[in-house]
């Protein structure tokens, strides 16, 4: 058996293989590729249209809150029991005031000391109960708030009127429509799509078209306000996950094309060009002359 300070080492160091880590590599490199993209189509916008001297490029939004959920996801994958079991074994005479300390104390200083010490911090056997008591109740309250801020009908009918008014907004719209539509359409995914069948497609037609088109869109059981994207039938998800992107993306259109490029989600082909759902038909050869 291994005892004393190799034994504190090794467990600090038994966290740092996760299940997740080539998954997490990644996302992270698709995360900062969709952030280089965007930033390319607003430097391009305003290479364009922009005041060299006076005016400056909006700035595309970070992928902050992107990586900060990659990271939560990647350390959801860290295998923590074992050393979970070992710190509360190792203070269980103490109070509980001074377990953590404690624990500090025993783990090596850098990063495996203080990746170890995140992941014990919040057990049971270490945190305060009034501590936790209050920081559930932040969570309850951030949650009234964001439940409040989803998107609802009259939501919806504003944005798509606001992307209406962009430049390419409703071409951009129309087109994402379509692929997706072509897309659930294929074979490949015969085996997940909802009972009913995918509805055909229906472009937005303008600014008249923005309720008529709105009351087309399936209505989940539970209303509007459903968290789950996957419950949500088809077009619904479509534009609501189109919608959001472009209230994350403060209704830039080329901003809102390039994170859908980089997702995979839409193609890159110029919006002059027509999408075909298979392999583009070719120009036949000419015939050789009868000389």
Same mark, same amino acid.
């Given at each position: 058996m291994i005892h004393s300070d190799e034994k504190v080492r090794q467990m600090a160091r038994s966290l740092l293989p996760s299940k997740h880590r080539e998954a997490a590599r990644s996302a992270k490199a698709r995360i900062h590729r969709a952030a280089r993209q965007e930033a390319r189509q607003e430097l391009a916008v305003w290479m364009k249209a922009g005041d060299m001297e006076h005016d400056l490029p909006s700035l595309a939004p970070w992928e902050r809150k992107e990586i900060s959920m990659e990271v939560r996801w990647?350390?959801? /994958?860290? %295998?923590? #029991?074992?050393?979970i079991r070992w710190a509360t074994a190792r203070t269980r005479e103490l109070r509980r005031e001074d377990r953590l300390s404690h624990v500090r104390s025993l783990l090596p200083r850098g990063v495996? /000391?203080?990746?170890? &010490?995140?992941?014990? %911090?919040?057990?049971t056997a270490f945190?305060?109960?009034?501590?936790k008591a209050w920081r559930n109740r932040y969570w309850l309250r951030r949650q009234a708030q964001r439940k409040g801020a &989803? #998107?609802?009908?009259g939501e919806q009918a504003r944005l798509l009127r606001a992307l209406i008014q962009e430049p390419d907004g409703q071409r951009t719209f129309n087109r994402f429509l379509r692929e997706r539509h072509t897309w659930a359409s294929s074979p490949r995914t015969?085996?997940?799509?909802?009972?009913g069948g995918i509805p055909p497609h229906r472009p937005l037609l303008g600014l008249h078209d923005v309720l008529p088109f709105l009351d087309t869109l399936t209505r989940h059981p539970w209303g509007?306000?459903?968290r789950t994207w996957g419950q949500q039938e088809p077009p619904a998800h479509w534009v609501r996950l189109f919608l959001q992107h472009f209230k994350a993306h403060r209704g830039h259109i080329p901003s809102v094309r390039a994170t &859908?490029?980089?997702e995979g989600l839409m193609s890159s082909r110029p919006l002059g060009q027509p999408c075909f759902s298979g392999q583009e038909p070719r120009t036949p050869p000419a015939r050789p002359s009868a000389r």
């Amino acid at each position: 058996m291994i005892h004393s300070d190799e034994k504190v080492r090794q467990m600090a160091r038994s966290l740092l293989p996760s299940k997740h880590r080539e998954a997490a590599r990644s996302a992270k490199a698709r995360i900062h590729r969709a952030a280089r993209q965007e930033a390319r189509q607003e430097l391009a916008v305003w290479m364009k249209a922009g005041d060299m001297e006076h005016d400056l490029p909006s700035l595309a939004p970070w992928e902050r809150k992107e990586i900060s959920m990659e990271v939560r996801w990647r350390r959801d /994958g860290d %295998k923590v #029991m074992p050393f979970i079991r070992w710190a509360t074994a190792r203070t269980r005479e103490l109070r509980r005031e001074d377990r953590l300390s404690h624990v500090r104390s025993l783990l090596p200083r850098g990063v495996i /000391g203080e990746h170890a &010490l995140g992941h014990v %911090k919040h057990t049971t056997a270490f945190e305060d109960p009034v501590e936790k008591a209050w920081r559930n109740r932040y969570w309850l309250r951030r949650q009234a708030q964001r439940k409040g801020a &989803l #998107m609802d009908r009259g939501e919806q009918a504003r944005l798509l009127r606001a992307l209406i008014q962009e430049p390419d907004g409703q071409r951009t719209f129309n087109r994402f429509l379509r692929e997706r539509h072509t897309w659930a359409s294929s074979p490949r995914t015969a085996t997940s799509r909802p009972r009913g069948g995918i509805p055909p497609h229906r472009p937005l037609l303008g600014l008249h078209d923005v309720l008529p088109f709105l009351d087309t869109l399936t209505r989940h059981p539970w209303g509007n306000a459903v968290r789950t994207w996957g419950q949500q039938e088809p077009p619904a998800h479509w534009v609501r996950l189109f919608l959001q992107h472009f209230k994350a993306h403060r209704g830039h259109i080329p901003s809102v094309r390039a994170t &859908l490029e980089a997702e995979g989600l839409m193609s890159s082909r110029p919006l002059g060009q027509p999408c075909f759902s298979g392999q583009e038909p070719r120009t036949p050869p000419a015939r050789p002359s009868a000389r």
